[in-house]
């Protein structure tokens, strides 16, 4: 059976952007820690990793930080976790203007 664990190990050895739609429930609240993880494996520290709740609706919250200050916890069946690839950086003037 695969599993987003499973997605994460199989595309993060090609550099793609990783997008994780609906990655935590009660119910398998184990496998975005264990995709992070394994992100981190092909990974810098510095590489964003961007989490989008309940988007283009009220309440809307984005945050973007780094793999180790992630908290999967955040996320739930309303969200998307963005965990970027080997060319992805964070442009600070755009982040300010957003």
Same mark, same amino acid.
């Given at each position: 059976?695969? /599993?987003?664990?499973?997605?994460?190990? !199989? *595309?993060? &050895?090609?550099?793609?952007?990783?997008?994780?739609? /609906?990655? *935590?429930? *009660? &119910?398998?609240?184990? $496998?975005?820690?264990?995709?992070?993880?394994?992100?981190? &494996?092909?990974?810098?520290?510095?590489?964003?990793?961007?989490?989008?709740?309940?988007?283009?609706?009220?309440? $809307?919250?984005?945050?973007?930080? *780094?793999?180790?200050?992630?908290?999967?916890?955040?996320?739930?069946?309303?969200?998307?976790?963005?965990?970027? /690839?080997?060319? !992805?950086?964070?442009?600070?003037?755009?982040?300010?203007?957003?």
């Amino acid at each position: 059976m695969k /599993n987003i664990a499973y997605y994460a190990l !199989t *595309r993060q &050895g090609a550099d793609f952007l990783l997008v994780l739609y /609906n990655p *935590r429930s *009660r &119910g398998c609240d184990w $496998q975005l820690t264990a995709a992070i993880n394994l992100a981190l &494996g092909f990974r810098t520290k510095d590489t964003p990793v961007g989490l989008v709740r309940q988007a283009y609706k009220d309440g $809307q919250q984005t945050t973007v930080c *780094r793999p180790e200050d992630f908290k999967p916890e955040q996320a739930d069946m309303l969200s998307l976790v963005l965990v970027g /690839n080997a060319s !992805t950086y964070l442009c600070l003037v755009c982040a300010l203007f957003c």
